[in-house]
């Protein structure tokens, strides 16, 4: 009985403590930092429009988070509401922009974390539900799981009330481009298609838009077929992250993984503690890059834990992880912060889409090595 006792007292100690770390409200310590992907993202191949088109893509998401968050909203829904809005563009390769696999269908993954209490949810290869990071919510917050994948993920969806879509919806022509070029490319060579070097067919450019921009026309006058960025490699994973007025952090992914994947692959993105992770006592962190590589690195958790039991600042823990990964053989990059608003956006590859906005309003937003 005694022994009983003691391990009551000793979980709820442990609950009462993490509930605790909810402090008194700041505005001024209110973040949010995203990304859209990483990947050989270069100036030479970047056209002038095309840039525009996915700087304006990130501001607007960057806008709507931090909106939230002025308005005392938590960093939860400010997060869920920044990748929806990723999710909702064609630019990035999350929910209506997502790759295609290798039987020519859209299989989408996501995940989401609260750093005050440690709950998650994700799903993983979803091919109906409009906003994955919806499905990833509803599923910490409405069910006692962490994961749901495939047609159980979709019909928790449709159970919870959740926008569902024909498949059609997810479709675009210049990632059907990226699929076929895969696809030719791994005819060629004989061998399934390797992910981590883009072949000649690969590299080419997708057709050239026939529309141009004109002097005077806002930019959403350019078809987005024609501003979809498709040079070499990209991971377009999309992932935000912020800390609120109260101190708690989030973390949130959405992507639709690689294109050309097969047999149901799934990657770091919907995985807790690789390419998603929160927690108040460390930082949150977003992933985006060669998946398998951030997997088995455990990438998100380990830059918490390299703050939690080495100490480090959260700067010096993202970079040595991401060196992690270079030596293993793999590329990307990914966003932190940690609970007094410092970021992270440390990334070995040749570019990442990302950008950060702080308390007093002010946004920046980079794609290339500074």
Request: net charge positive; aromatic share 6%.
């Amino acid at each position: 009985m005694k022994n009983c006792l003691l391990i009551f007292l000793l979980l709820w100690g442990a609950v009462a403590g993490r509930a605790q770390s909810t402090t008194a409200p700041d505005p001024n310590r209110i973040t949010l930092v995203i990304h859209g992907g990483a990947g050989t993202i270069t100036r030479a191949n970047m056209s002038a429009e095309k840039e525009q088109a996915y700087r304006t893509m990130l501001n607007q998401a960057l806008q709507t988070g931090y909106a939230m968050l002025k308005k005392g909203g938590t960093s939860l829904d400010a997060v869920q509401a920044t990748i929806q809005v990723m999710e909702d563009s064609p630019l990035f390769n999350a929910g209506k922009g997502a790759v295609f696999t290798h039987e020519g269908r859209n299989e989408m993954d996501a995940a989401i974390m609260d750093g005050n209490t440690l709950k998650a949810g994700a799903v993983a290869g979803v091919t109906v539900v409009r906003s994955p990071i919806t499905a990833a919510r509803a599923v910490m917050d409405q069910s006692e799981h962490v994961m749901l994948a495939g047609r159980g993920a979709e019909q928790f969806a449709k159970e919870k009330g959740l926008a569902i879509v024909d498949p059609s919806y997810f479709y675009t022509e210049a990632r059907h481009q990226q699929l076929e070029k895969a696809l030719a490319a791994e005819k060629s060579a004989g061998t399934p298609d390797q992910l981590n070097t883009p072949t000649k067919v690969e590299a080419a450019p997708v057709k050239k838009a026939k529309t141009k921009m004109k002097p005077g026309k806002p930019q959403s006058a350019v078809p987005y077929e024609d501003q979809i960025f498709t040079e070499g490699r990209k991971y377009g994973t999309v992932g935000a992250v912020a800390v609120d007025q109260y101190g708690n952090l989030a973390a949130a992914t959405s992507t639709g993984g690689m294109t050309n994947k097969r047999y149901g692959r799934i990657g770091d993105a919907p995985l807790i503690g690789a390419g998603t992770y929160a927690d108040n006592n460390a930082c949150a962190v977003s992933c985006t890059g060669w998946g398998e590589f951030f997997i088995r690195a455990t990438v998100a958790r380990d830059v918490a834990a390299r703050m939690e039991y080495q100490k480090l600042p959260l700067a010096q823990a993202a970079q040595a992880t991401i060196e992690k990964v270079g030596k293993m053989g793999g590329d990307g990059g990914l966003i932190a912060v940690d609970r007094q608003g410092n970021i992270a956006m440390p990334f070995n590859s040749e570019g990442m889409y990302r950008g950060y906005i702080k308390a007093n309003g002010d946004a920046q937003i980079l794609i290339y090595k500074e």
